[in-house]
């Protein structure tokens, strides 16, 4: 039986203020059930995982969370503890990814979350709960763009797709699925040195990112990619868009680099190119479910723990700090009970 007073570790974020100068800094605390917000269903959470929106949150990023102290993780995963609805019962197995899980309801760094029913996904079978934070909001983003590639034409047949941040969450996901669809994936990264790593998840070849984010005044270039996945925004997409071959298209979903970008028409009246919006946060629960079904049928992806690195609730400042410099590799999943040393399971 689980009271309002029962105890549970989360991580929680502070701010402070010291000689006019605003820091942020999370560890691992102490909360009561009775503490997170209302919501029909309480979970206990197994597994979260790490995505760029969680270090904004961690170091103070107003757009992402407003009020602090607070617990971020845009992603959980774990059983059902209690359910005012009968949809879910308790010993489900759940998943929860977006809206507004860990920007400013309390998330999924923590023993357990509280939300709304209508933000709950059955994890399909044929996955784990393990293997649904592994993929997290980083696979569910790569699933949206590959299949929207996918839906405005792009085939394997037809050439190469590119797939910038490629050792980052969404990227990596993105280079393997790519992959096992049949795809020739060029993958680029500011990380050569992870050249094998991109080699082994499924990239063709790999492009040193520098290459592609020099600034180009030309409005159309060399025709080179049939589709892209692009995570940086700025220069490296305007690179992209004005490469793109005649048709092709690009899956629009992050910043890394720059909220803003220049363009032309050009690309798109003369060569029919398409720019792709993805947005995997506020997308319909039902639509949700249908990515993680075919993550756990025929996108299912033999390669998961290959890009998962294990850490605990005390592991998470440093796992933040390096994802926050872009310096992550693969996915970083949070097992959130556990308390010993998972190195025996890092990659
Ligand atoms: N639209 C959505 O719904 C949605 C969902 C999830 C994520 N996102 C966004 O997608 C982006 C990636 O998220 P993530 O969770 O995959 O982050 P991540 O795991 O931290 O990966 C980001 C990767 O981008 C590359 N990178 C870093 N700095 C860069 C720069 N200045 N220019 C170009 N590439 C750079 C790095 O990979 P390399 O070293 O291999 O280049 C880095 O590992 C973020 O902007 C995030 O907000 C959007």
Avoid at 228 to 256: F, K, M
Avoid at 278 to 300: G, Q
């Amino acid at each position: 039986m689980i009271s309002d007073a029962m105890k549970f570790k989360a991580f929680r974020v502070s701010e402070r203020t010291l000689n006019g100068k605003t820091e942020y800094a999370g560890e691992v605390a102490d909360r009561a059930v009775g503490d997170l917000p209302a919501g029909e269903v309480l979970i206990k959470v197994q597994f979260s995982s790490l995505n760029y929106k969680d270090a904004l949150s961690a170091s103070g990023n107003r757009g992402v969370t407003r009020q602090y102290p607070h617990t971020p993780g845009i992603d959980a995963a774990g059983e059902v503890a209690t359910s005012s609805t009968p949809r879910f019962c308790a010993g489900d197995s759940v998943l929860v990814t977006g809206y507004d899980l860990g920007m400013n309801t309390a998330g999924g760094f923590a023993e357990f979350i509280r939300v709304p029913s209508n933000w709950v996904i059955p994890i399909p079978t044929g996955l784990s709960v393990r293997d649904a934070m592994i993929l997290g909001t980083a696979g569910l983003t790569a699933g949206l763009c590959v299949e929207k590639l996918i839906l405005n034409g792009i085939s394997a047949e037809q050439g190469e797709v590119l797939v910038t941040g490629a050792t980052g969450g969404v990227g990596a996901i993105s280079v393997a699925l790519l992959a096992k669809l049949g795809f020739t994936v060029i993958a680029c990264t500011g990380k050569p040195d992870q050249e094998s790593f991109l080699r082994s998840i499924g990239a063709a070849s790999v492009i040193d990112r520098q290459t592609l984010s020099e600034a180009s005044p030309r409005t159309l270039q060399k025709e080179r990619w049939t589709g892209a996945i692009d995570v940086a925004g700025g220069q490296l997409l305007r690179n992209i868009i004005t490469s793109l071959r005649y048709g092709g298209s690009v899956a629009c979903c992050g910043l890394v680099d720059s909220p803003t970008f220049e363009a032309s028409v050009f690309p798109f009246i003369l060569r029919g190119v398409n720019l792709l919006g993805i947005d995997s946060v506020n997308l319909s629960i039902e639509h949700k479910a249908r990515i993680w079904e075919k993550f756990a049928t025929e996108w299912r992806l033999p390669n998961l723990e290959r890009m998962a690195l294990e850490i605990r609730l005390q592991d998470l400042p440093a796992a933040l700090g390096t994802l926050q410099k872009g310096r992550g590799v693969g996915r970083t999943l949070l097992n959130v009970s556990r308390t010993s040393n998972p190195s025996a399971t890092s990659k």
